[in-house]
């Protein structure tokens, strides 16, 4: 109950890693408020946690929208102290373009929701932050694509180096008024509805350090800690939360492995 008493908006928070961290934020006794477009879902799940989680429907590319969303929060709970910016666009469904099919309507949609989304998100919840004068927090969900290229994703690994720099340019200027911003950078990580986050479903003993794929309450678990005090001077950084998949240069695949055998 690390979090009584504050409000989270969790964007893209009806499905898959949002969803965790809705789940986990209540368990750690916040007010949640998920915004999301998948209005079936969204209620769905705040119909499951109770009172203390409200679903808005929210376009995060449009300000307007996003205006929307803050007032209903505020008009519920009465403010806003953490919010959780995990909304993306990845690709179309069944769609994989190589840059140079790549198409201008792909670029428009990423970059409106991965990072106009994120800048409407977060400009107001700063400034509805800065207003009362009791700090906040912002974490921004990245990728191992802002650092280590996916194939055929070139507007999506983009966007996600774009909100790590944002990241780092917010905490810089929000820190004199205590408001935290960090990144959260998950793996290949198996979500709800049966999909995989990063690159396609391949065996995790193959490419993944801890020999497993994430789940969202991993990623969630990173959430919470640096929405509680417990972070209370981390600003401007990013954790990867991803078995170690950063860490490694090659996959086992295509290195040497140990035989652990005589150790088991």
């Given at each position: 109950m690390r979090l009584k008493g504050k409000t989270a908006i969790i964007t893209g928070g009806a499905k898959g890693i949002g969803a965790g961290c809705v789940r986990r934020l209540a368990e750690e006794g916040a007010n949640v408020?998920?915004?999301?477009i998948d209005d079936r879902a969204g209620h769905a799940l705040a119909a499951d946690l109770g009172d203390a989680v409200l679903f808005v429907r929210c376009d995060v590319s449009q300000r307007t929208s996003v205006a929307a969303l803050y007032d209903a929060t505020v008009a519920a709970f009465g403010a806003v102290d953490?919010?959780?910016?995990?909304?993306?666009?990845?690709?179309?469904?069944?769609v994989i373009e190589h840059f140079l099919e790549y198409s201008d309507a792909s670029w428009r949609k990423t970059l409106e929701v991965n990072l106009?989304?994120?800048?409407?998100?977060?400009?107001?919840a700063a400034r509805l932050m800065a207003?009362?004068?009791?700090?906040?927090?912002?974490?921004?969900v990245s990728s191992g694509g802002?650092?280590?290229?996916h194939r055929h994703m070139f507007g999506y690994d983009t966007s996600k180096g774009g909100i790590e720099a944002a990241t780092r340019a917010?905490?810089?200027?929000?820190?004199?008024?205590?408001i935290r911003v960090n990144t959260v950078a998950p793996g290949s990580?198996?979500?709800?509805?049966?999909a995989s986050v990063g690159d396609a479903p391949i065996p995790p003993s193959d490419v993944i350090p801890l020999p497993r794929q994430g789940a969202p309450a991993d990623i969630a678990a990173a959430v919470a800690f640096l929405a509680t005090d417990d972070a209370a001077y981390i600003t401007g950084t990013r954790i990867f939360v991803d078995g170690g998949m950063d860490a490694q240069l090659r996959s086992p695949a295509v290195d040497f492995t140990y035989d652990f055998s005589e150790y088991l």
């Open positions: 408020v998920i915004a999301d953490i919010l959780v910016n995990n909304a993306a666009f990845v690709h179309q469904p069944g106009s989304g994120l800048f409407h998100c977060s400009q107001i207003k009362r004068g009791q700090g906040g927090v912002i974490i921004n802002a650092s280590r290229a917010m905490a810089l200027d929000l820190a004199p008024l205590n990580t198996r979500v709800d509805h049966g």
